[in-house]
């Protein structure tokens, strides 16, 4: 730094000399030739006074010899030779005289411009001085600038040094952390599956003793009929339990789900609720999901109360074909495969489970995520799941490694997903930054996004995948037309309150129709076409959750905060 100082001062300097020599050139044969002048000056000074000293001596030798030519009237030719002599030098030197007079006021003149002049390159040096000092004292600021700047750069030296310590440290630790918290999920992962193999356990116990009751319940009733007469036979089995036949139609139906499994309803118009055909407890607490299995057979609830309940449809009624256990906190989604062989439900206890639809067992426990898990969905096929969590992640899993495969950073939480396309590569997620995002699982970044005016509460696809519907808190529904990525509708009435940050709401299976409960216990139908209000009907008491149709449209049920699902139907 020293050198580098010295380096800009000797610079400087020469810079300054330069500049001296530049303004001086052309002033110096100027200065020249006034001292020449001058010196002339005085030098025809001194011969003027000289010859006009021996003008003086001439004029008195004349007059002294005019007195002695007219007192003796004699003149020798000589003196008059001399005499003649002397006028004509004279005359000379007087014409030498003037010519040297006129010099002099040209000269005089030319000193009197010169002297300008000077004056006005004394002005020019003086401002040039001045200016020469402004510039010293700059460099002297720029010195000290210089100056500070070095030292502020051995300090930003010694930060940086400081910081790539502390920096390799952090590594250090962040390695360490990264393996503690990989022996951690391993440790995690192995105490899950022995949770899944107790909760597995209790089920089959569960079943076990159904089914050793429903063995005694038969041999009863197989007494009863030995010991009575006919008649007394037929009046048993009117009066044998209703529950023991569900159990008997129940069991012989799972004998044939992989038969009708693949049996998926058609809709060809669906209904609008107008009149609640049955209303009933189906959990302990908050009922937050209802779902249809893709035929129809099956209905699935899950709740605040740990459990999904599976429901078998009927002839328009319900019945309690069971639950699925291993939950650690309330239930906030569900979700059948296309087959009906699985069921997906997401948890409030960061994690998502998968179960076998016919045994109840709990085949896959998926935790990773650091918050309450709001949605899960089947990625295509029943071998991949999607996530969404608070923790602002979406989670690919695979379901033949047991593991997470891609970890999707969206910036907010998210409160609900759909998929978009069948091979399962492009995922919408709705999130509480009141935005919808698009992501293609091949690539990291979101794709595309829409602004929306409220918190965003659920997504649901149209039928044929070309509409997509959004429920948000600024107490509206948003219909996004997916070829143009723009709201093309809005969905709003008098009195229609979103109730809380996961109201659900849904497509008809013909895609004619839009539902959504509100927080007064109203359940309103929309037209999606015309976004006209078509329906509002009140059974519920407290706000509704969520709601769905049927597949085939034939009835459509909705669930409420306050443990009740209610079936509605047109009649």
């Known amino acids: 730094s020293a ?3 010295e380096d800009f001062r000797s610079v ?3 810079q300054l000399k330069l ?6 050139r052309p002033f110096s044969e100027i200065i020249r030739s006034h001292n020449k002048l001058c010196e002339s000056f005085d030098s025809m000074n001194s011969k003027i006074r000289k010859l006009e000293l021996d003008c003086t001596k001439l004029r008195e030798e004349n007059l002294e010899l005019s007195r002695r030519g007219s007192g003796d009237g004699t003149a020798s030719v000589a003196d008059r030779e001399k005499t003649f002599r002397l006028q004509e030098e004279l005359t000379q030197l007087h014409r030498k005289k003037g010519e040297n007079a006129e010099k002099i006021v040209e000269m005089t003149k030319e000193v009197k411009e010169k002297e300008e002049r000077i004056r006005n390159l004394a002005v020019q040096l003086q401002e040039v001085r001045s200016e020469k000092k402004l510039v010293e004292i700059q460099a002297d600021s720029f010195k000290q600038g210089l100056e500070d700047v070095e030292k502020a750069n051995q300090v930003l030296k010694d930060e940086q040094q400081a ?5 390799s440290f952090q590594e ?3 390695k360490k952390l990264r393996d503690d918290n990989r022996d951690l999920v391993e440790r995690w992962m192995l105490q899950k599956a022995k949770d899944a193999d107790s909760v597995n356990k209790k089920n089959e116990e569960e079943a076990k003793y159904r089914w050793n009751k429903m063995q005694k319940e038969l041999q009863d009733a197989a007494q009863e009929q030995v010991a009575s007469p006919a008649a007394a036979a037929i009046s048993a089995i009117k009066q ?4 023991l036949l569900r159990r008997l139609s129940t069991r012989s139906n799972a004998e044939n789900s992989e038969e009708t499994s693949n ?12 009149v609640a055909t049955q209303k009933f407890d189906a959990h302990d607490g908050e009922v937050v999901a209802v779902k249809f299995s893709t035929s129809g057979r099956l209905l699935a609830t899950g709740g605040s109360d740990r459990k999904v309940k599976l429901w078998e449809i009927a002839g328009g009624q319900q019945l309690e074909k069971g639950v699925l256990l291993g939950s650690n906190a309330g239930i906030t989604s569900a979700e059948f495969d296309l087959q009906e062989k699985l069921l997906l439900g997401s948890s409030n206890d960061h994690s998502a489970r998968v179960w076998g639809v016919t045994d109840m067992r709990c085949r896959h426990a998926l935790t990773g995520h650091s918050n309450k898990v709001m949605t899960a969905k089947f990625l295509g096929d029943a071998t991949r799941v999607v996530t969404g969590s608070h923790d602002r992640t979406l989670k690919v899993w695979d379901l033949r490694s047991k593991s997470c495969v891609k970890t999707i950073f969206a910036g907010s939480s998210c409160n609900d997903l759909v998929i978009s396309d069948g091979a399962g590569a492009c995922i919408i997620s709705g999130h509480f930054d009141k935005r919808i995002r698009f992501w293609d699982i091949r690539a990291d970044a979101s794709a595309n996004e829409i602004s929306l005016q409220g918190k965003v509460t659920s997504l649901d696809l149209s039928p044929d995948r070309t509409l997509l519907l959004s429920s948000s808190r600024d107490d509206t529904l948003k219909l996004i037309d997916l070829r143009m990525n723009q709201v093309t509708g809005t969905f709003s009435a008098d009195g229609f309150k979103v109730g809380v940050d996961y109201t659900r709401a849904c497509f008809s299976p013909d895609g004619e129709y839009v539902a959504a409960g509100s927080q007064d216990g109203s359940l309103f139908v929309w037209r999606t076409q015309t976004a006209k209000l078509e329906k509002t009907v009140r059974e519920h008491s407290s706000c509704i959750v969520a709601c769905t149709w049927h597949p085939s449209g034939s009835m459509m049920v909705s669930c409420d905060r306050t443990k009740k699902c209610v079936f509605w139907s047109d009649r």
């Open 240 to 243: 044998a339990p209703s529950a």
């Open 172 to 174: 250090d630790t962040l």
């Open 12 to 14: 400087l300097l020469r």
């Open 3 to 5: 050198m580098a100082a």
């Open 19 to 24: 500049r001296t020599r530049k303004e001086d």
């Open 163 to 167: 910081l790539q310590l502390t920096c």
């Open 263 to 274: 049996h998926q309803s058609v809709c060809y118009s669906a209904v609008i609720p107008s």
